[in-house]
Structure formats: structure tokens, C-alpha cells
């Protein structure tokens, strides 16, 4: 079950966010899938990220109530975690998810898009990352709200951004647009996955604007692609 503090979100959103860029509107008509571009396997993603060299003082939860079973990794470009998916619905409300749809919503997310306006769940394929505590802080590893995250769930490689930040122990949860990419049901109230997702977020990266979904999938099959390429 998914466990969100609204303060904590408020307080995240006030501290974290960055500075509204100038406007920009978004496209209009029907946003496109940011997936795969073909050249990225989830077998060979899944291989390259088999070996866990901790990077987090201690593990996390995927829900509350659990035991810490999840640890951080790392590799010299990217951090990465094998998790559950729970849903993220947070940020700008839309018809599936609003503060009906979703017990605990939150209108507003830790980042905002260019126009100073709160992300879109229903639209924009984002991850949450811890909020910054002892057990990891992923401001100490080039990560920031835009980074570029890929998802692998069975056969599929998705891409997206970090997008929010929610509770200091708990970990893998991704927004609906995400988890709708990654063939997940992607509803706030028993949608999601107990287990069998890989998150691999690559530091030092950032999306600009953090909602742009193509430039998202374009940075992401490059940077999926040097990692193969990498050891």
C-alpha cells in the first residue's frame, strides 16, 4: 500500500523545487509513448545491472510496515534499485487522478514543469525517489528533479524522469504514465506491482524542459546504450 505524506510533499515542493523557467505551453494533441527505440534490450539492461554494488548506508521499504529489503546501487554513471511499482498519481489532477480517484493525492509535486505548474501524472512518465536521509541522499549523486530514469519491466524498456520525491524510507513507486508505458494497471487505488521492476537512473542528466517526453526517450536509449557499452 502506498503511503504518501502530504506534508512531506509540500515541504519537498518548497525546498526542491527549482526555479520556474520561462513558459512553455505544452504540445497539443496526443502526447507520444516514450519507449524503446528498438537498439536497448531489457535482457541485456537486466544483465549489465545483475551485480549490486551498495551504495545506501542501509535498505529500503517498498511499502510501509515491510521489512528494509531494497538496497541503492551504483555504477560509475547510473544508480539503480529493483523495487515494486506503486502508483504516483501526485501533481496536476486529471480525470484518473484526482483526489477521488486517489486516497492519497496530492496536488503538488517536489518539481514543476517549465511553466511553473506541477507535473502530470496522467501524461509525464515519472519516478519518485526518496527524500534525502541518512540511509541515501541522491542529491550526493548527480541526481535532480529531470534526471533521466530507465524502467525495465519483463520484456519492456521505458523511459522517464525524476519526477517527485516522496518518504525518506520507501521506495518504487513511479507515476501513472509510467506504469501505463510499462504495461502496469496503472490505477492509484490497487494498481501497481509487488515486485519485478528495475529503476535506473543515470547521474548527472537532466530533461529540459523536465516534461518534454521525446527528449526524455532520445537521452534515454543513448544513455541505456553507453551503459552497455560500459564496465
Request: net charge negative.
Amino acid at each position: 500500500m502506498r503511503v504518501r505524506s502530504l506534508t512531506l510533499v509540500a515541504a519537498s515542493a518548497a525546498l526542491l523545487a527549482p526555479t520556474a523557467l520561462p513558459t512553455a505551453e505544452p504540445r497539443s494533441g496526443e502526447w507520444p509513448a516514450v519507449r524503446s527505440l528498438g537498439e536497448v534490450r531489457a535482457a541485456d539492461l537486466l544483465a549489465r545491472v545483475r551485480d549490486c554494488a551498495q551504495i545506501s548506508r542501509g535498505r529500503f521499504r517498498t511499502d510501509d510496515g515491510e521489512a528494509p529489503t531494497v538496497p541503492v546501487c551504483g555504477t560509475r554513471d547510473a544508480v539503480f534499485w529493483k523495487a515494486d511499482l506503486d502508483i504516483d498519481c501526485d501533481g496536476r489532477p486529471g480525470p484518473r487522478c484526482n483526489g477521488r480517484t486517489d486516497p492519497y493525492f496530492s496536488d503538488a509535486t517536489a518539481f514543476q514543469q517549465s511553466d511553473g505548474g506541477y507535473l502530470d501524472a496522467e501524461r509525464l512518465p515519472y519516478v519518485v525517489v526518496p527524500a534525502p536521509s541518512g540511509l541515501w541522499d541522491y542529491r550526493d549523486h548527480g541526481i535532480r528533479g529531470g534526471s533521466v530514469v530507465a524502467l525495465v519491466h519483463e520484456d519492456r524498456v521505458r523511459y522517464a524522469v525524476v519526477g517527485d520525491v516522496g518518504p525518506h524510507d520507501l521506495i518504487g513507486e513511479a507515476s501513472y504514465a509510467a506504469a501505463e508505458e510499462l504495461g502496469i494497471h496503472p490505477d492509484p487505488h490497487g494498481g501497481g506491482t509487488d515486485s519485478g521492476v528495475t529503476y535506473i537512473v543515470f547521474k548527472d542528466t537532466r530533461v529540459e524542459p523536465i516534461e518534454d517526453r521525446e527528449a526524455a526517450g532520445a537521452m534515454g536509449e543513448r544513455l541505456a546504450q553507453r551503459l552497455l557499452r560500459t564496465r
